[in-house]
């Protein structure tokens, strides 16, 4: 015990000790000094970390990094009394973040290795140098801060899904974008972070749920709800069996035809002989194409509602303006 009394001493004299020292051949990352106790600046020092930050890259959401190593030198300490925190990172342009979608886990049996994951968002993407707490208790307390020596490349970005022209697909749920080719077929719900592409002639055989715009070629049927958080754009005899549901505005061709009840957060445009089964509901204009059929009621409320020629109309409007441009 005299020699951890000493210690104890001899940082209330001093007030200030280095939490650990650099291994030899590694670079010396900045140091929180106001530690409850450290050990003298050395490769011997009592909790040993190793900078592996020049070698580490995390590439996509799923990937770690390990950005130190880490060794007992004489703290004592276990995984269950070994602790390691993200406190904040550093873009290469001086941007800050002090709580970033980081998360870090220890991993080994001693020594052990400080591996961070992407966790959360808004998820980053460039060159970041990582500040992470320690704390380690055990016959001694050490805490204190440790950045990297270098800036570690981070992408936590989703990549996306791609279904190729002609291929099958079952249920999609990602943070990325989906792109769906030409023929393509969806069987299960589609549930996009990001927008929906669909080439020709693709068929999505249940529902689809985009964070972003959802866009489709000719001849794309859609079977279940589309909720789109964007907008969408569809080409010619493209076929919704059920509602529709956009933050912005629909624009589609020539023959398409909205069986189920059509809600644009933005205008709703569309080309000749399209088909409504069950009206329009829209927070901006409304463009009805020629020879179309709208069943149920259009509703634009402090919009302009145009209809083309031989439209048919079997409900309400409810515009400021109404325009037959015939």
Known sequence: MRPLRLLALGFLLTGAVALVAPTAGVTLAEVDRAVS??????????LGLTDRSGNAAVDGPDDTATLFDVADNGVGVTASTLAVDVVGVERQDGTADSDPPLAVALQ?????EAVVSCDGSPPLDGDYRVTLRFLATGDLTVDGTRTTGSYVPISCEEEGVTVGDGETANSIDTEGDVDVGNEGTVHGQVDSGGSVTAG????FNSGVTSDGSVDAGD???FHGQVDSGGSLTVGDEV?????????????????????????SGGSV??????????????????????GSTVHGDIVAEGSTVTIGCDVQLTGNIVADEVVYDC
Do not use: K, R
């Not at 106790?37 to 009592?46: C, L």
């Not at 076929?239 to 809600?263: K, N, P, Q, R, Y």
């Open 37 to 46: 106790v450290g050990a003298a600046a050395d490769s011997n020092a009592y």
């Open 108 to 112: 080994g049996t001693g020594p052990y």
């Open 200 to 203: 020709d002639e693709a068929t």
């Open 219 to 221: 001849e794309a049927t």
């Open 239 to 263: 076929t919704f069996s059920s509602a529709v549901t956009t933050g912005g505005s629909i624009t589609a061709g020539d023959e398409v035809t909205f069986h189920g009840h059509v809600d």
């Open 269 to 290: 445009s569309t080309g000749a002989e399209a088909t409504f089964n069950n009206g329009i509901t829209s927070d901006g204009s409304v463009t009805v194409g020629d």
